[in-house]
């Protein structure tokens, strides 16, 4: 038997009989002739098995492909450093019509495993033999395994992007399973729920949202039939494999066992997700402004505006000054009418400031990005010349799985050659692109639009559109916007949520648990806008690391600009709670075992706030709406 194992998790291999433990999740798999079989998915800690023993194929996402066995490789791994060392196990199977490579992999100590299918069109047609009494699904299946016949309920989660459309970026429903057919659901979460035995099943297809999601065949993305068989649906494959024989990744799947609530479910894939996605550039949140919040849309920038920006950034504190698009030409070179001397006066300021330097990239679409190289030699030649660390990747549209690949080799190769001392933004707010979920390794999201000048810019849409994700996906990896309040009043007036009545430090409070991003002019920030601004980032600036390590969730009501609502951030043995009173007056956060409460920041207006804590949560007084409290408790 081979065996490898780190902290908490282990792979073994013995003749086919593939083992994964992670956590409270065992499962085994075996490799047969034409097929890998799940034979048993159990929690650790109760002993509770979910697979019914019936011989159905996990990884033959085409239909009509007959498999036979290669082998088994197992390997430790850390995504070339983006991720933090994990172990995986590679089965291989040649096939009629596609060969197959399905790599499941475990992180230490964390009670989930995730599968990922390759595939790609076989180098010789041979012939092949039908050897074992396996069932088959009819193709597009990414996951699948034979249930214990249960009553079951289903509670599904689905993700959106797409924010110049969309501005509810979480939907879910419940429902049960039927004894006389199948029920399907879209999502991206899926919580089968074994009630009666207090056992759970968390299943994640880790694709992008409906909007970005390459060769979508079904309306549907989960599938329960009769209360025997799950199946996970949309592979992304082609109708044809590519006649170069390279492997095509199918989207992945992550599952676990769970005797649990949701919400401590739902913090087992954010500790899994911080886990994949290291965020090492930084390893702290992060402060950015960017040139497009207020519609300049290019017209301005030069060398004297860049330079009034940069100078404003070091008064206010501010982490990174990101120059949006409209300084370069067509072929990516600098605008000399604008910056005579290029970006270097602006590296030299930033340098002399403390202030790390950001610009903007839209990729070269002809033939699905073929220039991948050419444009991942730029940003290389941005970070390398001139500093620049934070790029705004934007203006993607991907339409094929030969486009999805060009970019990530863009990804991969500027991440290689900038020594992971930089990082992509990776714009999402528009078209086809990667979502929340799909190839989480790498880069920052930023994750809306939203203009004072379109009248879509609220503070509690901000707030809503954070207090909905962080339940699925680490804070650290968006950043979420805040505008300057005082632009286009008259486009908001007689309305009570607009967003010049919002003082400007709470507006920073909206985004600061996520990397804040200041999508406005910074020279043109009224003086007492900028006081507040700068008075409550002097407080959030020794704590970004703190922030970044904190596991964050929501708490309170979802916000609607007349709720209490906030967020906890847990970390060690305390964390922190910021907490909004949309509307005045008194309520109770049921957030257990807070202790020592201590204020260190909380809004101007909020003259008589007070705080209790009781063993089933914290009671708050708030009496001013629109007024926040940022503390630091011990558990």
Not at 187 to 216: C, I, M, W
Not at 405 to 419: A, H, Q, S
Not at 600 to 623: A, H, Q, T, W
């Amino acid at each position: 038997m081979e065996t490898i194992k780190t902290n908490g998790c282990e792979i073994s291999a013995y003749k086919g009989k593939i083992k994964l433990i992670s956590g409270a999740t065992e499962a085994v798999f075996y490799a047969y002739e034409n097929g890998l079989v799940l034979e048993s998915l159990k929690n650790t800690l109760t002993g509770y098995n979910w697979v019914s023993g019936k011989k159905r194929s996990v990884v033959n996402p085409i239909k009509d492909n007959i498999l036979s066995f290669k082998g088994i490789t197992m390997n430790e791994l850390d995504n070339d450093g983006m991720s933090k060392p994990y172990l995986a196990a590679e089965i291989s199977y040649a096939g009629s019509k596609a060969d197959i490579k399905a790599v499941l992999s475990v992180y230490p100590g964390i009670s989930l495993i995730n599968l990922a299918v390759f595939c790609a069109r076989p180098a010789e047609q041979d012939n092949f033999d039908v050897k074992d009494d396996i069932e088959f699904s009819d193709g597009d299946i990414t996951f699948s395994l034979s249930l214990v016949p249960k009553h079951y309920k289903c509670r599904v989660a689905e993700l959106f992007d797409y924010s110049d459309i969309t501005n509810t970026f979480v939907k879910k429903y419940d429902d049960f399973t039927y004894k006389s057919g199948s029920r399907k659901f879209d999502g991206h979460f899926l919580v089968l729920d074994s009630y009666l035995d207090r056992e759970q099943l968390f299943v994640v297809r880790e694709a992008p949202t409906k909007f970005g999601a390459q060769n979508r065949r079904s309306q549907n993305d989960f599938a329960v039939y009769s209360d025997t068989v799950l199946d996970v649906t949309g592979t992304s494959l082609p109708d044809e494999l590519d006649d170069d024989g390279h492997y095509i990744s199918c989207y992945p799947v992550t599952f676990g066992c769970f005797s649990a609530p949701d919400e401590e479910i739902y913090a087992e894939y954010r500790k899994l997700y911080r886990a994949v996605s290291l965020g090492i550039h930084e390893d702290k949140l992060f402060t950015l402004s960017n040139t497009w919040g207020d519609r300049g849309e290019g017209a301005n920038l030069n060398e004297k505006f860049m330079k009034k920006e940069i100078e404003a950034a070091s008064g206010l504190g501010i982490d990174v000054v990101q120059i949006d698009a409209g300084w370069s030409t067509g072929d990516w070179e600098i605008k000399k009418d604008r910056f005579p001397d290029g970006f270097a006066p602006l590296k030299k300021l930033c340098t002399e400031k403390g202030i790390e330097f950001g610009s903007y990239m839209d990729p070269r679409k002809p033939d699905e990005y073929a220039d991948w190289e050419k444009d991942a030699d730029i940003m290389i030649k941005y970070f390398t010349d001139y500093g620049v660390t934070h790029v705004k990747f934007d203006g993607v549209t991907i339409n094929t799985k030969r486009a999805e690949e060009n970019i990530l080799k863009i990804f991969k190769k500027f991440y290689e050659k900038t020594g992971h001392h930089a990082q992509i933004n990776n714009d999402i707010t528009a078209s086809r692109r990667f979502g929340f979920l799909y190839e989480k390794q790498y880069a920052s999201l930023f994750v809306c639009n939203r203009y004072t000048d379109w009248h879509n810019y609220y503070p509690h849409y901000t707030l809503r559109t954070l207090w909905q994700l962080c339940e699925f996906i680490p804070a650290r990896r968006m950043q979420i916007e805040f505008l300057n309040n005082k632009r286009n009043r008259s486009l908001y007036e007689g309305d009570p949520l607009a967003p010049a009545n919002y003082e400007m430090d709470y507006l920073f409070a909206t985004a600061m648990l996520a990397n804040p991003l200041v999508w406005m002019d910074l020279q043109s920030i009224e003086p007492s806008d900028a006081e507040l601004l700068k008075k409550i980032i002097s407080v959030y600036k020794p704590l970004q690391k703190q922030l970044f390590d904190a596991d964050v969730s929501p708490i309170g009501e979802i916000p609607d600009g007349g709720s209490f609502t906030g967020f906890n951030a847990k970390i060690g043995n305390g964390g922190y709670l910021l907490l909004f009173a949309e509307a005045g007056g008194t309520y109770i956060y049921s957030v257990k075992g807070v202790r020592n409460p201590e204020v260190l920041y909380k809004s101007e207006k909020l003259s008589d706030f007070g705080i209790e804590c009781y063993p089933y949560g914290v009671r708050v007084n708030m009496p001013e709406e629109k007024s926040f409290v940022f503390i630091r408790y011990s558990c």
